[in-house]
């Protein structure tokens, strides 16, 4: 089983690109397969680590490694797949047909209890398909025959997916969720057939990703080495098969006492932590009281910061950090309420920072943070309670995981599929009104703001009757294009006129980081001679992927 489960991340690996070219709009980020990639590569490297092979073990690493490293919706359903599918298994020393029925139905009702509203036709629809096959074949005897027709079935499930979501059958694809998912089950398949097992090194799934035990990365280019308070970044993990939730309030509570910036994430027996404190040793001492400990890693952090102000004597004093919106994990005052916002930017951080955001994780499309980014975000910000906005459909499951993973303070996910939306709700929060009717103000603020994301296609297509031909301009309004065409300006025009009447009042331009100031000022004043009666504001986004992301309120 970890043979399959280790082959099985590889080969998606392998596949991830293809995956991600299955995406239904054809825009530059397309990420479910890098998504599942990261998810499954986070339990990959924790199985790899383990130094125990018994079914108990293996089955927490996948578990707590798959979840802790869910990113993006496919991500966070993947990983309650495996999460579900290990809860059956993990205290078998054999496994029956029809323990891998139960496993499978274990697991698709994982799934869907982690979807606020499900649709047929995604990944989902392929699992549920093959927890059907499963049990109906719970009584046979021979377990090949058994996995060939559940993957079989989730294979025919796969194509009939374009006949359950009409935009897949207009873009001329399957599901990519779902793909990605029988991909991992034909490895498993083949390994279970006898194929040879090749796993070698787990590859690097991309700079930047934090596969697996994940580093906390903060800028301090601007802290002066002694304003360090506790000098040693201590990271480790803790195999506790007997810690409870009363313990690691003590051991929090003891770290706590020892430094700040403070990350303590227990699953199922697996404790991981990460704490700056001037005395690595006390907090390893007290770890080994609860269990034996892995991935022991420990920086002196006060030594790296002369190096790296060594490094950039030559850069400019003034220059701002290359990942935008990583704030520094300075303790601050307590307060009541805080904000973590996410975004790709370093102008949309800004702003977002002056609006009074604690904490700016760096994502969106094509790098969606963790579960585990997003908990490790809010640790850092000291107050009660913590309003998570995600700006992105896809980001908005992770910060919902992460709500239910901390429980020393209440996280209020406010769900903003955009930036627009984002800003749109911080401005509308209300101090003198409690955080949960903040929650419903914004949420019922939410359809004030249409947004316009510009970018291009990397294909050619049609959808909802629209045709798209590759290297396109394209402007999208929700889930449908609402102008397309070879000249930038002109497509950017047409989509503000569909999405502006007589009751519009404010249009906001932000550009991205492939847009010259000078091109920005010229849109801008051209929307102000088509949208007289609107005010036209410009603001430098300085995001990837969308060369303007437009709010019409």
Known sequence: MKNMFLSSACALNEKKEWINELNVFPVPDGDTGTNMTM?????????????????????????????????????????????????????????????????????????????????????????KEM???????????????????????????????????????????????????????????????????????LPVVGAGDHAGNESIHVDTSNLETSDIRFGYCTEFIVDAPEFTDADEADFRQYLESLGDSLVLVADDGVVKVHVHTNDPGLAIQRALGYGSLSSIKIDNMRLEHEERLFKNMDTSAGRKPEAAGQTEAVQQPKKDVGFVAVCAGEGLAGIFEDLGADQVINGGQTMNPST??????????????????????????????????????KILVVPSCT???????????IPDLSPEDNLEEMKNELGAVKTIEVTYAIRDTVLNGVEVHKDDYMALSGSAICANGPDLMETVLEAVRKNTDEDSSVITIYYGEDVAPEDAEALAAMLEKECGDAEVELHYGGQPVYYYIISVE
């Open 39 to 127: 998810t499954i590569m986070s339990a990959a490297r924790e199985v790899q680590e383990s130094t125990d092979d018994d079914m108990e073990t293996l089955c927490k690493a996948i578990s707590s490694g798959s979840l802790r490293g869910a990113r993006g919706n496919s991500g966070v359903i993947l990983s309650q797949l495996l999460r579900g599918f290990t809860k059956t298994v993990r205290e078998l020393e054999i496994i029956t047909v029809p323990d891998l029925a139960e496993a499978f139905q274990r697991a698709t009702e994982s799934a869907f209890k982690a979807v606020m509203m499900p649709k047929e036709g995604t990944i989902l629809t392929v699992a």
């Open 131 to 201: 927890a059907l096959k499963a049990e109906e074949l719970k009584d046979t005897d021979d377990v090949l025959h058994f996995a060939s027709e559940v993957v079989r079935t989730g294979d025919e499930a796969l194509m009939h997916t374009p006949e359950l979501l009409p935009v897949l059958k207009q873009a001329g694809v399957v599901d990519s969720g779902g793909q990605g998912l029988m991909v991992i089950m034909h490895e498993c398949l083949d390994i279970l057939q006898g194929k040879s097992v090749n796993i070698g090194t």
């Open 372 to 409: 585990e980014n997003i908990i490790s975000a809010v640790k850092n910000v000291n107050a009660d309670t913590v309003f998570v906005l995600p700006n992105n459909k896809n980001i908005i499951l992770a910060a919902s995981q992460a709500a239910h993973m901390v429980e020393d303070r």
């Open 419 to 429: 930036v627009p939306e984002g800003i749109f709700c911080m401005m509308a929060y």
